[in-house]
């Protein structure tokens, strides 16, 4: 048989690889996006006359109605044109966050960054479905790797960027604002290169027979709900994030309070930087890796190189903290461990497993619902995370130990059950999209 690429396959795959580069340009923007009130908040509350505990009231408020409509995007983007989405809202919407730039009040600068806060909650479940009908199972794991690694450059970068901006004048933290907002905007163009094809294009079972209007004979309805419940590997995904995502919200909030407590100083840099270089290796290396292994086992190759890093990232995540004080040597190594095995579950497993197991009209709604969870736990580990270091005089390391190995080895235990339930829920999966395959060629041949 022959197994070579004529040259329309090969357009197609090169115009799907330009949406991916469209996506991860807007990813790159939008995590610096969210960090920016952070990282200028030391020079926006004296020039406002604002009090430096006031960030807790901006960042709660908006982030917390940020988590509470993702799954109103979520539903947006199963329901209408993901393009569209990407476009106008998280793209063009950036124009919010340039007016932030224009506030003078408390009031004006909570109410305005409620509004661009709504347009970051769009990208990450209408990504999700979107490269599930842009790429096949074997290649799901790369294309979420490199828009997430990228993504996470971006939170890097602005760390380096935006303080820079900030010290010219005491008001030149306002230019800040502006360059996040032009750049956002500025992917709104971008993201108009992005394909949007027919849910489901990409499953074997429908390439060959899908067309725009077959495909809108499954759209998804309010009624669909209840459908991506009955999913048991969801279910461990969801549970599973929620835990993992109590250490990391732990850990990366109390990172720099922890480093400087150990009396670093600027050398925390480095250590967070080497945390995230080993992260961007990881998300990129393990979405081929995660590849390579579904295509020669796919029942449980995606499932047992996440549970491998899992496992590996607990005595990393404890050396870390642990043995944080014997210098920077050993923070750094424990460090690059830590980041490289953290990210062995994301892009090449929970991305491709997620995209694997719910019906290509629920896939947005399915992954928005996940990460208003994780949203809503990560605000409440952070909130519980502080009283404990109250609790303990200050000791932020006893806090650590506490609140990031346990959750990690409650996650590890949750993904257990995927090894039995993933094969079959993506069995069920092939079933139902075999019976649409017969509906789409009987309702053609009418």
Not at 19 to 45: K, R
Not at 116 to 140: I, Q
Request: hydrophobic share 50%; with cysteine; aromatic share 10%.
């Amino acid at each position: 048989m022959n197994t070579k690429e004529t040259p329309k396959e090969k357009g197609k795959k090169k115009g799907n690889w330009r949406s991916v580069f469209a996506l991860s340009a807007a990813a790159f923007v939008d995590s610096s996006e969210n960090e920016t009130l952070s990282i200028l908040w030391p020079h926006i509350y004296p020039s406002m006359r604002l009090s430096v505990g006031q960030l807790g009231t901006v960042l709660g408020i908006s982030d917390m109605v940020r988590t509470l409509t993702l799954p109103l995007w979520g539903y947006a983007a199963d329901r209408f044109s993901r393009k569209a989405l990407l476009v106008w809202i998280t793209g063009f919407w950036g124009v919010w966050t340039l007016a932030i730039a224009l506030t003078h009040s408390l009031t004006q600068l909570l109410i305005v960054r409620i509004v661009s806060s709504l347009g970051l909650g769009v990208l990450w479940p209408t990504a999700f479905s979107l490269l599930s009908d842009l790429f096949d199972r074997k290649e799901r794991g790369r294309a979420a790797g490199i828009m997430t690694g990228v993504s996470y450059a971006g939170s890097i970068v602005s760390f380096g960027i935006l303080p820079a901006i900030a010290a010219i004048s005491p008001e030149s933290w306002r230019w800040g604002f502006v360059v996040m907002g032009l750049a956002s905007v500025a992917t709104g163009f971008l993201l108009m290169i992005v394909k949007d094809p027919p849910r489901g294009s990409a499953e074997p079972e429908l390439t060959d027979v899908i067309t725009d209007e077959t495909a809108l004979r499954y759209i998804f309805h309010i009624n669909d709900l209840p459908a991506i419940t009955k999913v048991k590997s969801w279910w461990v995904l969801v549970i599973n994030n929620c835990f993992e995502y109590i250490a990391m919200a732990v850990l990366y909030g109390w990172i720099f309070t922890w480093l400087d407590g150990l009396g670093l100083g600027d050398s925390a840099f480095f250590v967070v930087g080497v945390m995230a270089l080993g992260t961007i290796i990881g998300l990129v290396a393990f979405g081929w890796l995660g590849d390579v292994l579904d295509a020669r086992y796919p029942n449980h190759g995606r499932a047992s190189m996440a549970m491998i890093g899992m496992i590996v990232s607990i005595p990393a995540l404890v050396g870390l903290i642990y043995y944080g004080d014997r210098g920077i040597t050993t923070l750094m190594i424990f460090g690059l461990l830590c980041g490289i095995s953290l990210s062995s579950i994301d892009t090449g497993a929970r991305w491709p497993i997620g995209q694997g197991i719910l019906r290509p009209e629920l896939r947005a709604t399915g992954r928005a619902v996940m990460d208003m969870s994780i949203g809503i736990v990560g605000a409440l580990s952070i909130t519980i995370s502080g009283r404990l270091v109250d609790s303990f005089g200050g000791d932020v390391t006893r806090m650590l130990l506490l609140m990031i190995p346990i959750p990690k080895i409650i996650s590890t235990l949750i993904w257990i059950p995927m090894f039995r339930t993933y094969p079959k829920d993506r069995n069920s999966l092939h079933d139902l999209l075999e019976e649409r395959r017969e509906e789409m060629i009987a309702s053609a041949e009418e």
